[in-house]
C-alpha cells in the first residue's frame, strides 16, 4: 500500500468520529450553534490544531495547495512580486506561485535537500516580496537564516510544511516561525484526512484575510454581520463535517505516529551508518524532524545510479514529480500566460524562467541521493521501498541487511 502513516493508522477512531458527523444530519462546516446535535468537528480540528502547532489561529481547507494560494492571498502577494522557493518541491509550492499571478524564483538546495539560504540571498530583487521555505521530506529548513534574511530585506515568509506536519525546529513546531504556513492532509502526508489542509499563522490580520479567501470574504466562523463587512474575494475551499471529523481523529494520534516513525527511523539508520561510499543528509535539527524518509546522500551519481539499478529504486533526481527538471507544467515557460494558466497575468516584464540543469548543486545532490521511506511510501518521492509505520524490528532489520548488500556488491 502506498501512503502516509497516517493512512496506515486508520482504526476505530476515524470511524467513531465520521458516525458522531453521520447521526448529527450536520455536514456543513457551519451549523446552528445551539443545537447539541451539531458537533462542530471542523471547528474543534481548527482549535486542537492551533494548541498541538502552538499557532495563534488556524483554517481547515480543502488542500495544502489551497492552503498555499490563502497565504498569498492573505499576504496581498500578486502580479509582477517575486517569490523565491527551492527548486526541489512538490509543484503545487510553484503552481500556487504562478495562480496567485506572482513570479516564482527557483533557488539551490543544499545537502539538507531544502532551501540553500547563500542562494536566496542570491535572488533577492526589489521585486521580491516573500521567501517560500518548504521543510522537504520532514526535515526542516535552516529557519534561523532564513528568517534573518527575511528580516534584513523585510520579507514575509510562507512555510510550506505539507510534508512536515508535526516537525519542530528549535522547540518550535513548523509553521509558527514565519508569517504564515501550509499544511497538507492529503493521503502520502503525516496525517490524512483523503485530501484537506491548514493554513496556520500567529497574525490576527492574516488569519482574517486567509478565512476570508476560504471562504467567501467572511470573518471567521461567519461570526458578526457579514453584508459590509467582507473585505476580500474568496474562492470556497472549506471542508465539510466529515472531512473535519477523521482530520481530528487523525491530529490526536500525530504525536504518538511521530514517536514511532522516530524510533524506526532511529532503528534503520543505526544499522546502515558506517557504510562505505554513502552519507546521510544533513538534518537541521534531528530532535525535530518528522522522520517520515530516511535519504541517502551516495558520494557519487554513478554510485546511486548502481545501488538503484541493484535495489530496484530510483535516485530522487529521476523519480518524478518533486524536481523541477522533471515539471513539463512550468519547463521553457517564461511568465503569466505563457504557462498556459487562463487566471496568470502577462503583467510581468522580468526575466524569470525554468530551464533543465538551471540548479547545478540541486542537480548534484539530487542524482546523489535515494529516499528509503520510513512513514511515507511513495514512488513519486522516489521512496517506493523501505519500511513504513507498521513494520517490526524483524523487517526493519532485514531491509537493512538487503540494503547492505546492495550496496557492498
Ligand atoms: C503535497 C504538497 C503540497 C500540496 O498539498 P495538496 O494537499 O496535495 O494540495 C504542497 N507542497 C508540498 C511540499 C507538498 O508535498
Known sequence: MAGGPGSYLFGEEEKREVMDVLESGYLFRYGQADDPRFKRKVATFEK?????????????????????????????????????????????????????????????????????????????????????????????????????????????????????????????????????????????????????????????????????????????????????????????????????????????????????????????????????GYGFRKINDPDGECATLLTVLFDTAELAERFCARFGMRPIADSGWHVYNNMEQILGKKTGRAFNCPYACPVYKGDAEYRKHMLPRTDDILARAVNVSIGVVDKGLGAGAGINVTSTDAEIDDFAERFLKAVSE
Open 48 to 276: 486542537e490544531f492551533t494548541e498541538t502547532i502552538g499557532a495563534r489561529y488556524a483554517v481547515a481547507t480543502n488542500s495544502g495547495t489551497g492552503s498555499l494560494l490563502c497565504c498569498l492571498a492573505a499576504l496581498g502577494i500578486g502580479a509582477g512580486d517575486e517569490v523565491i522557493a527551492p527548486g526541489y518541491t512538490f509543484i503545487a509550492s510553484i503552481s500556487s506561485i504562478v495562480l496567485a499571478n506572482a513570479i516564482p524564483v527557483l533557488a539551490e538546495i543544499d545537502s539538507s535537500l531544502t532551501i540553500d539560504p547563500d542562494d536566496i540571498e542570491k535572488r533577492i530583487t526589489p521585486r521580491t516580496k516573500a521567501i517560500l521555505p518548504v521543510h522537504m521530506l520532514g526535515n526542516p529548513c535552516d529557519m534561523d537564516r532564513v528568517m534573518a534574511i527575511a528580516k534584513k530585506h523585510n520579507l514575509a515568509v510562507i512555510e510550506d510544511c505539507c510534508q512536515s506536519f508535526g516537525a519542530s525546529y528549535k522547540g518550535k513546531r513548523a509553521g509558527t516561525i514565519g508569517d504564515m504556513a501550509a499544511f497538507s492532509l492529503n493521503v502520502f502526508k503525516t496525517i490524512t484526512s483523503g485530501d484537506g489542509g491548514v493554513v496556520a499563522t500567529n497574525n490576527r490580520d492574516l488569519h482574517e484575510r486567509a478565512f476570508g479567501f476560504h471562504d467567501q470574504g467572511h470573518k471567521p466562523d461567519r461570526m458578526g454581520v457579514e453584508v459590509g463587512n467582507r473585505s476580500i474575494i474568496g474562492m470556497n475551499m472549506r471542508i465539510n463535517e466529515v472531512t473535519g471529523a477523521i482530520a481530528l481523529a487523525q491530529l490526536r494520534k500525530l504525536d504518538s505516529i511521530l514517536d514511532v516513525l522516530r524510533k524506526k527511523k532511529a532503528r534503520l539508520k543505526k544499522k546502515l551508518e558506517g557504510g562505505t
